[in-house]
């Protein structure tokens, strides 16, 4: 019997020792509290306690936390939004009996002061200025935070707003107004572009008459000095130049005729192809202009007889 006392005792005593001794984690602070009153706070490593009297309360960890808030508010164009707010904080070191004792739901009052600021600032603000200055938006809660938090033990690293996102009919409306837009600025290429491809064709075809007629002006210009030197050819054979000028013709005329005729696809052209077509057309020529000078020296000689009788 008193061994068995002895042992119990021995084991009571092995329980209470080992009881004793408690570590805490990196990036953790313990909370001690004796008899129910707070008695102090241990940091990371190996800790001794008495029994029975010291209890372990809480653990409060001190690596950074992040709470995402939606907060659901309207514009000043009364457009309604909901904005997601990454709130990313941390609890003092030195201030762990603050953020302990001092504030139990710290969640709720960081989501209070999120909603708060948040329908404070947005109000202000139309749809596309709240896209623009969302940093503005996140700059205003962590002013708010950092003041508000900072008394409970709790430093606000960094707030975002990571998230806008209005009403399905508006962002359906303002996908249609991008889309309008960018097909305003395509179609406005596009008629830059068949601008000036019509400028250009039109330079190119400026261009093609400008050589065009150059062209035609030489052959014309080559021709005038073949003729010259056919005549002077003839010439010296003793023809005359009117009959030079009658051969020349009757040549070019049936050339013009075995031309046509290496033709499959000409439409119908009637000429003279009688032996002397070629003379008939050029003494035609010939008296047309004689005829013509005429008509011209004597209407001159009328306007002067005319000036002299007044």
Known sequence: MDSFFLISLLVIGFIILFSSFFTVKQ?????????????????????????????????????????????ETKTLDD??????????????REKVYEAFYQLEYPHEQITSYVFDVVRAEVPKMKLDDVFVKKDDIAIAVKTELQDAMLDYGYDIIKTLVT???PDAQVKEAMNRINASEREKIAAQFEGDAARILIVEKAKAEAESKRLQGQGIADQRREIARGLEESVEVLNKVGINSQEASALIVVTQHYDTL?????????????????????????????????????????????????????
């Open 27 to 71: 990036q953790t602070s313990a909370i001690i509290e004796r008899f129910g009153k707070f008695h102090s706070i241990r940091n990371s490593g190996l800790h001794l306690k008495i029994p029975l009297i010291d209890k372990i309360v809480a653990r409060v960890g001190l690596k950074i936390q992040q709470l995402d808030v939606i907060v």
């Open 79 to 92: 457009v309604f939004v909901k904005l997601k707010v990454s709130v990313q904080y941390v609890v003092i």
């Open 163 to 165: 998230d806008i996102d």
């Open 258 to 310: 075995q031309s046509i005729g290496e033709e499959t696809n000409t439409n119908l052209i009637l000429l003279p192809n009688s032996p002397q077509a070629g003379s008939d057309m050029l003494n035609n020529m010939v008296a047309s202009f004689t005829a013509s000078n005429m008509i011209g020296e004597s209407m001159k000689k009328k306007r002067e007889d005319d000036e002299k009788g007044k």
